[in-house]
């Protein structure tokens, strides 16, 4: 199981995991023992042991993975995750991590478009955000654009509240370049809570 691959890497005992963690250690008993299957736990419970084992969330699931590509998590969710991994682990590792999982080209392949390229997009705006130059492994993908904007979910509810496309139109003109050009309306990737 990748728990314990992770447990001896780390140098851990399901002990310490356990303390690190925040998860009782009789879940985590369960977890390693395979009496509870990880994909089956809750995401706060993978995002704990994920953080305390200082690696994705994806990494954790992807051997357990079996789920159809059409029934995908909200992108929201999936954007508030990749943020909130940034902020755990930093802007080079989360590069790193991201190039060498191949996260991107996957998500691409899967057809899974919006998450490619918002991981990209990520990792190219930190990239210039740490003055690194850009990763060439992904210069097809760099060529591809969303046929449809993606707003933010407090952007699309201001518009409708105030009946007005202009919230939009602001929206789109405060985007980071590096997400914009993919059309994705993104302005704010650091403030997570």
């Known amino acids: 199981m990748i728990i314990n691959e992770l447990l001896a890497k780390n140098n851990m005992t399901p002990y310490r995991l356990s303390r690190v963690s925040g998860i009782a250690h009789t879940t985590l008993n369960d977890i390693i023992s395979g009496k509870t299957k990880l994909e089956k736990c809750s995401v706060g419970t993978v995002y704990k042991l994920a953080k305390a084992l200082q690696v994705s969330i994806e990494y954790l699931i992807e051997p357990y993975d079996e789920t159809p590509v059409d029934s995908r998590q909200n992108f929201e969710t999936f954007k508030s995750n990749v943020k909130h991994r940034v902020k755990d682990i930093g802007d080079i590792d989360f590069i790193i991590e991201?190039?060498?999982?191949?996260?991107?080209?996957?998500?691409?392949?899967?057809?899974?478009?919006?998450?490619?390229?918002?991981?990209?997009?990520?990792?190219?705006?930190?990239?210039?955000?740490?003055?690194?130059?850009?990763?060439?492994?992904?210069?097809?993908?760099?060529?591809?654009?969303?046929?449809?904007?993606i707003f933010p979910s407090d952007v699309i509810v201001r518009a409708i509240a105030e009946n007005s496309d202009l919230v939009k139109e602001e929206a789109i003109r405060n985007s980071i370049p590096e997400f914009i050009r993919f059309n994705i309306i993104e302005n704010e990737v650091r403030n997570v809570i």
């Open 98 to 149: 991201t190039i060498e999982s191949d996260i991107i080209r996957r998500y691409h392949k899967a057809g899974w478009y919006p998450e490619a390229l918002y991981l990209l997009a990520m990792v190219d705006y930190l990239s210039q955000c740490n003055k690194i130059p850009l990763c060439g492994d992904f210069i097809d993908i760099r060529s591809v654009k969303l046929k449809t904007a």
